[in-house]
């Protein structure tokens, strides 16, 4: 368990990635990358989520009896949403209506629990924060990745910033949103098993 | 009067369809979704939830509304939602254990389904009366319903066709979910809210 | 105001979702029968599968169910399961209860009460064997590389890696095997899958046999188990 802390924070971004490899927090991931901007928005709004209610909970983690435990970490997270949601009315308007109805529903990404459960209830501060970061950090690029695809797709440009005429609408839709995902995994899948091959090869 | 409440009903089942168009229950609908008779049990156990969610957290707005701190609505919505789930679950342990035993850890897993929370929130956005409230929560429900279940059964019939190597498992569901998708937003615009 | 409010709220209701949970839960309380836990504490617990079943626990749930025999618990022999689960099976549910209830809900005690007041001798279970680590496991599969022999072996061993034969894992029980250290007979969960007679016929073949077998089957474990299934 003696874990670099290094890898601790890398681990989430490559080797346990929460939408590729774990396929947690789906509905975030459809619903909000319409656009590259707006899945950079929402990722870094579940990253501050993550990394404080990640610091709380390993703070308090021998303060709370087990049986309550999840009701305990819901309660936690759900403060720090709120308060994530009221510091983005307050400052990112724009983003904050765009992203609407997902903000407080930060709360039941099963990421966030799932980390509290996992990492933070086991381990020490700075190692839970390292863990949350690198955990939003995946998270964040593979939503800022997707909302690329889509925004490029279906609206010709990245980050607003104009790149080709192409303009599948259909993209920026629901069943945009699944398609590019499913591509977008079976790529990662391809690319997880070409990986495998030479060893086997090699055996 | 009545009119509303049936549109609201079918914008819930197929217009809005809260998978499909709302992008709220994905976890399950991707994870419950490869056997059919765990579907129909999940979407029983969801809309259950959903109901009776919507009719305390409705009623408990109205009480934060009035004391004038609508800013604990998100932690209060989760808080009931996770009491019910529980709830629940001690009551199925009890008188059904055979579904108990075959709903297994998707139970608990209610709790985090955003759908739940969504329809309370949503709720509450729209202004809805209670009754309304309580036919938008049976239609979520139903719509939960039908998206799983079709999706279960095409699922089935996927596991015995010749799925290419990088496409087996989540991707290929999801492709599926995005044509599924496509075919509900052929109700868009059936009816005017 | 809003302060006095707030936490005011969030009491009433978390106390009041506490509370209703608790009257809820004991409304509904199942009392679950603790024959079957006992049962698995008496059980080795080392989920080697020479029962037949997936794992200690379903071999329980079976014993419970009177769906298998009380001595299908092949490493549990020496240290006289069957024995003990005669003694559950034969205790009645509400004897059990009471008994589970008395020593705090601690499986091992009351199983201890239950032997120790039914009069059957007990013998004391031997240390329970100790499963290999991984890395041990993947060092042994790499040593099998230089010795063919072993690897033919390995190839029929069940490769479970529960370690009852004292050797830290299938890989190293296989090269003791081959250079005649070791005695199939050790692999209890191999005994079911004949695991001594194709050892005997392993350690007849000369070593240009053992190459030939290598070489057809390019060292596929699964290729070269396929060959000694009769």
Redesign the interface.
């Known amino acids: 368990m003696a874990e670099s802390k290094f890898k601790v924070l890398t681990n989430g971004i490559f080797k346990q990635n929460p939408i590729f490899i774990q396929?947690?927090?789906?509905?975030p991931t459809?619903?909000t990358t319409t656009s590259a901007e707006n899945g950079l928005g929402m990722g870094l709004a579940t990253t501050a989520v993550l990394a404080m209610s990640n610091i709380t909970i390993s703070l308090v983690r021998n303060f709370i009896p087990d049986k309550?435990r999840?009701?305990s970490y819901?309660?936690i997270i759900?403060?720090f949403?709120?308060m994530i949601?009221?510091l983005m009315h307050g400052f990112i308007y724009d983003l904050w209506k765009t992203l609407g109805?997902f903000i407080?529903?930060i709360?039941?990404?099963?990421i966030i629990?799932g980390r509290a459960e996992a990492f933070a209830s086991k381990n020490g501060v700075f190692r839970s924060f390292l863990d949350g970061l690198g955990m939003g950090l995946g998270f964040t690029a593979s939503l800022v990745l997707l909302g690329s695809v889509r925004e490029f797709l279906g609206n010709g440009s990245i980050f607003n910033y104009h790149l080709s005429d192409v303009k599948m609408f259909?993209m920026i839709?629901?069943?945009?949103?699944?398609?590019a995902?499913?591509?977008l995994?079976?790529?990662f899948?391809?690319l997880g098993?070409k990986r495998s091959k030479p060893k086997k090869a090699a055996? | 009067m009545a009119t509303r409440l049936v549109f609201i009903f079918l914008s819930a089942i197929l217009i809005n369809n809260f998978v499909?168009?709302?992008?709220?229950?994905?976890?399950p609908f991707?994870?419950v979704s490869k056997k059919t008779d765990t579907a129909v049990g999940m979407s029983i156990a969801v809309t259950f939830v959903m109901i009776m969610a919507s009719i305390i957290t409705w009623l408990l707005n109205i009480a934060l509304d009035a004391l004038g701190i609508p800013?604990?609505?998100?932690?209060v919505f989760?808080?009931i939602i996770?009491?019910l789930v529980q709830f629940v679950e001690i009551f199925l342990k009890k008188a059904s254990p055979s579904l108990y035993d075959a709903l297994g850890i998707f139970l608990?897993l209610i709790?985090?389904?955003?759908a739940i929370?969504?329809l309370a929130?949503?709720n509450v956005?729209q202004n809805y009366t209670l009754l309304e409230t309580i036919v938008n929560a049976a239609g979520a429900g139903l719509g939960f319903a039908l998206a799983l279940i079709l999706f279960s059964t095409i699922r089935e019939r996927m596991e015995l066709s010749g799925v290419p190597?990088?496409?087996?498992?989540?991707?290929?569901?999801?492709?599926t979910?995005?044509?599924l998708?496509?075919a509900f937003?052929g109700f868009q615009g059936l009816v005017k809210l | 105001m809003t302060v006095v409010y707030s936490v005011l709220f969030m009491a009433i209701l978390g106390i009041g979702?506490?509370v209703f949970l608790a009257f809820a839960s004991a409304k509904f309380a199942v009392k679950s029968d603790p024959r079957i836990t006992l049962i698995e504490a008496a059980l080795p617990g080392v989920n080697c599968g020479a029962c037949g079943f997936p794992g200690c626990s379903a071999f329980a749930k079976a014993i419970a169910e009177a769906k298998a025999p009380l001595d299908g618990c092949i490493p549990g022999k020496r240290s006289g399961v069957p024995e003990k689960l005669k003694v559950i099976m034969d205790t009645d549910a509400e004897r059990l209860t009471a008994l589970y209830e008395e020593s705090g809900e601690d499986p091992e005690k009351a199983l201890e009460k239950l032997l120790s007041s039914s009069g059957t001798e007990v013998k004391a279970a031997p240390p329970k064997p100790k499963r290999p680590t991984q890395e041990e496991i993947d060092s042994y599969k790499g040593k099998l590389k230089e010795n063919s022999r072993a690897a033919v072996v390995f190839a029929i061993l069940p490769n479970i890696n529960c370690g009852i034969c004292g050797s830290p894992g299938c890989a190293a029980f296989a090269i003791k095997v081959a250079n005649k250290e070791e005695n199939a007979d050790k692999c209890v969960p191999g005994k079911r899958q004949n695991v001594p007679e194709k050892v005997a016929k392993i350690m007849a073949l000369s070593q240009s046999e053992i190459q030939k077998i290598i070489e057809d089957t390019s060292?596929e474990p699964a290729e070269i188990k396929k060959k000694f299934e009769s």
């Open positions: 396929v947690l927090g789906m509905c459809l619903a309550i999840i009701p819901i309660v759900a403060s949403v709120t949601d009221m109805l407080p529903l709360v039941v990404n099963c629990l259909a839709l629901p069943p945009g949103a699944f398609i995902l499913g591509m995994a079976a790529f899948n391809y098993i055996k | 499909l168009s709302r992008f709220l229950g994905i976890c991707l994870g800013f604990l609505r998100t932690i989760i808080l996770a009491t608990p709790t985090t389904n955003c929370l969504g929130l949503l956005q190597e990088p496409f087996k498992g989540t991707a290929i569901a999801l492709i979910a995005g044509l998708s496509m937003m | 979702a506490g060292g």
